[in-house]
């Protein structure tokens, strides 16, 4: 038995990227090359597609984890990881994508239309971009960063052109069924379609969509009955038609009552997702469809009330699904509506889009007090947060690269300005360590070897090694404000 899913909650995972590599060329008689380590594969993004050919989310509903491909990790001999596959998920138009927090990220809408819903982490560098005249032979590999994992809600509304709402059992289905070649489940008791029905309606050499969903009720509006599983389903349709079963018998029961109670809920309702140029449901187009006139009273009954909903300035069709009666004045009458909502709503070229995206590294660090931590601090921002994870701590060299860029970067003046002191705790990310402050950043010091530090040595070999590297300096040996490749 086929089902329709209409809402499914995703847990994707994005590729993590590869990590660099450390290597140093070797060959005969030239044993130290230089690095030659290549970088991580980047990993794989999660994207949702729009595909015309797919109409529920029945297969999120069974298999809601995706997971992308990893990066693979980089080589020696300058080889760079394989970048890992995206993984494509196909959904159908009228896709709408929200976040943890329920908040709208993305309306999709048209064929090919695509979204990254997951990023895929970048890959690590590997020694031989680390390289510089300063640092000639990195002993140490950046980490790829790991993808992007996150929690997603997929909510279908489908997109017709006509809507039919009513109660149940009022002959929606019937109606959708000998309008169009659509095979709706159809029994003589209540709330027999459990899911929306597509059908398209022939006119001439033209189309037009048509939606059959499940009955309104009362309260449909706080989700009483089915609720909002349903009325999602009517937000994007040009034309709404009240199917009002004019041969009901409950003594409490009538045409006017009916869609005056399905006025209600249509009022009540207000969709988060404002639909561009269809305003809200209050403001589109009526007609009402005074439906089983095959049964005598019912027949009577049309033509006491046909009247009232004409003041309105609401097109009024008296018609019986099951006698063939009065279709053909209903179709044409719909398709007039839709033609002119078309005429009104043209669908405008596409728009020449201009994206001018934010810097990988854009943005300043932040900092601030530790409310865990008597005396510590946080340290945020995106360039440090990204170092964080990219770094090796079991590597000195590789920590000590990322005490470099701290230092650049301006961290370790404004802990000092903050009233950071030594050995408080600081924390970037998911790491956490005893401060220990050093010369602020932008105070020239004088480069020495991996580990060791000239102000622990004596002053005599401070100021030969630092007359050295001055004299360096001068003959253009070194250039005190190279940048490293980040």
Not at 122 to 130: P, Q, T
Not at 257 to 284: F, T
Not at 296 to 322: L, N
Request: aromatic share 6%; net charge negative.
């Amino acid at each position: 038995m086929s089902r329709f899913v209409d809402r499914v909650i995703l847990h994707l995972a994005a590729g993590d990227g590869g990590r660099g590599c450390t290597s140093v060329h070797r060959e005969k008689f030239k044993p130290l090359g230089g690095p030659d380590g290549g970088n991580g594969g980047r990993g794989g993004d999660v994207v949702l597609v729009v595909d015309p050919q797919v109409h529920t989310l029945l297969d999120f509903h069974f298999r809601p984890h995706a997971r992308a491909g990893k990066g693979q990790p980089g080589m020696g001999g300058n080889r760079n990881g394989a970048q890992g596959d995206d993984l494509v998920l196909a959904v159908p138009p009228g896709t709408v994508v929200l976040d943890e927090h329920g908040e709208l990220v993305a309306d999709l809408t048209g064929a090919g239309t695509r979204f990254v819903a997951a990023e895929g982490g970048k890959g690590g560098l590997g020694n031989a971009a680390l390289a510089s005249r300063a640092r000639k032979a990195p002993g140490f590999a950046l980490l790829g960063e790991p993808g992007e994992v996150r929690d997603v809600t997929l909510e279908l509304k489908s997109m017709a052109d006509v809507g039919l709402v009513g109660y149940p059992s009022a002959g929606k289905s019937s109606l959708i069924s000998v309008l169009s070649a659509a095979k709706p489940k159809i029994a003589d008791y209540p709330f027999t379609t459990l899911q929306p029905n597509l059908g398209v309606v022939s006119v001439g050499d033209d189309t037009f969509t048509i939606a059959d969903v499940p009955g309104l009720i009362p309260g449909a509006s706080q989700g009483r009955g089915l609720g909002l599983d349903f009325l999602r389903h009517i937000e994007r349709c040009a034309v709404l038609a009240h199917v009002v079963d004019c041969a009901t018998l409950e003594a409490d029961r009538d045409p006017i009552s009916d869609v005056d109670a399905l006025e209600a809920e249509l009022a009540a309702y207000q969709p988060e997702l404002a639909d561009a140029g269809l305003g809200d449901l209050a403001e589109r187009p009526r007609v009402v469809v005074l439906n089983k006139i095959d049964v005598p009273d019912a027949a009577d009954m049309a033509e006491m009330v046909t009247q009232h909903f004409r003041d309105k300035g609401w097109p009024v069709y008296a018609i019986s699904a099951v006698a063939h009666k009065g279709l053909d004045e209903l179709r044409y009458g719909l398709y007039e509506l839709v033609t002119a909502h078309r005429k009104a709503h043209p669908v405008a070229a596409p728009e020449r889009i201009v994206i001018r995206p934010k810097a990988v590294d854009a943005g300043d660090f932040e900092i601030r007090r530790d409310p865990a931590t008597p005396g510590g601090y946080v340290v945020t921002g995106t360039k440090p947060e990204r170092w964080i994870r990219q770094t090796d701590f079991e590597n000195d060299e590789a920590v000590g690269f990322l005490a470099d860029r701290l230092a650049r970067l301006g961290v370790e003046e404004a802990l000092i300005s903050a009233g950071a002191e030594e050995g408080c705790t600081v924390t970037i990310g998911d790491v956490s360590f005893d401060w220990e402050p050093q010369t602020p950043a932008g105070v020239d010091l004088m480069r020495t070897g991996r580990g060791t530090d000239i102000r622990l040595e004596s002053d005599e070999r401070v100021g030969a090694a630092e007359r050295k590297y001055r004299k360096r300096v001068r003959r253009g040996l070194i250039d005190p404000d190279e940048e490293i490749l980040e």
